[in-house]
């Protein structure tokens, strides 16, 4: 199989010839590295965070992918997607759940249109290019189920028809510790499972929330690059090789999470497609058309992790600590 069939197994059939609407542009891999550089530091002019997260929530953006911010509220994970949406110059939404938020606020809906007899679709907030969806577990079950079809096959089905959303697209949802919060319902396996990565920012270090103090993020941010950009680094992404020795070991971490004693269910097939996905981002942004193994366990904790379910009485913690375990235990192909 080529790389360009692998790139449309990981982005579904339209959304690479949802591309064409954009500027013809085309980056090498060592243009998607220095794109990536831009990037993150038009990131970290609306906040600081640490280089490893910051290069993962890129990965996820380059990878297709949509990412889980779990965390307390007021660490920043508000601002995170808005700077992320103002330096690819993206159109920016944020939809605040609540328990009586429906699908449709969120979709959109048809109204019908008296002046021409017909009914005329009202797109919903989803259509963005990075859409912050906050406090996600305080949404009902029925509103998180209609974020799947546009997570998984970038579109919206209203009334039997298929609406295409914008090229890129990536959700950025948070979600509050269920633990001490009313009002709010887990989301299950096969949600989590939807999204590529998954992080919790925590509390900044004390010199960087003094420097917070004393310049907070300007409320406005002009871009680093397009949107024509991000969409050539993401088709320079799906280019990049992936060799079946390598496609082994990540199999073979997958089997890993599966056999371990604390874990009920590891990590899934579509974990291992999100992680080679998560790893070719990686790479390209190393300036490499190639994935090795450090890429895959760079970005393996945060593909992986949220995928397990432990067994009962298991700490918080297990999670991770199973994915750290297999990495140890599987040798690098």
């Not at 259509?127 to 577990?137: C, G, Q």
């Not at 396996?189 to 420097?211: H, I, K, N, Q, V």
Request: charged share 20%; with cysteine; net charge negative.
């Amino acid at each position: 199989m080529t790389d360009g069939h692998l790139a449309r197994r990981l982005w579904p059939s339209g959304i690479l010839g949802g591309m064409a609407t954009l500027r013809a542009v085309r980056l090498s891999d060592a243009g998607v590295a220095g794109w990536g550089e831009r990037l993150a530091g038009g990131i970290a002019r609306g906040m600081q965070l640490d280089a490893e997260m910051l290069q993962v929530v890129i990965c996820t953006l380059l990878a297709g992918g949509h990412l889980l911010l779990e965390d307390r509220p007021g660490v920043g994970k508000t601002q995170l997607a808005r700077s992320l949406a103002a330096s690819i110059d993206g159109r920016f939404a944020r939809i605040q759940g609540t328990v009586d938020l429906l699908p449709t606020d969120v979709l959109g809906t048809t109204i019908w249109r008296a002046s021409t007899e017909t009914f005329e679709f009202h797109p919903g907030p989803i259509f963005a290019n990075v859409v912050l969806v906050d406090e996600l577990n305080r949404a009902t079950p029925k509103t998180q189920s209609g974020l799947l079809e546009a997570m998984a096959e970038l579109q919206v089905t209203i009334e039997g028809k298929a609406h295409m959303l914008p090229r890129p697209f990536t959700v950025i949802a948070t979600q509050n510790p269920t633990a001490g919060f009313d009002g709010t319902y887990a989301l299950p396996p096969a949600e989590l499972d939807r999204f590529m990565t998954r992080l919790s920012l925590g509390y900044p270090s004390a010199g960087a929330e003094a420097d917070l103090l004393h310049s907070p993020p300007p409320p406005a941010l002009p871009p680093v690059a397009d949107l024509a950009e991000a969409s050539a680094a993401i088709a320079a992404v799906g280019e990049v090789e992936a060799r079946r020795p390598l496609l082994e070991y990540i199999v073979s971490l997958l089997d890993a999470t599966r056999r371990h004693p604390l874990s009920e269910a590891g990590a899934s097939p579509r974990g291992g497609l999100m992680l080679l996905a998560a790893a070719r981002a990686h790479a390209a942004l190393d300036g490499r058309d190639y994935v090795v193994p450090d890429d895959v366990q760079a970005l393996a904790g945060p593909v992986l992790a949220h995928r397990i379910q432990t067994v009962g009485g298991a700490a918080v913690e297990a999670q991770l600590a199973i994915v750290e375990d297999a990495l140890e235990e599987v040798p690098a192909r």
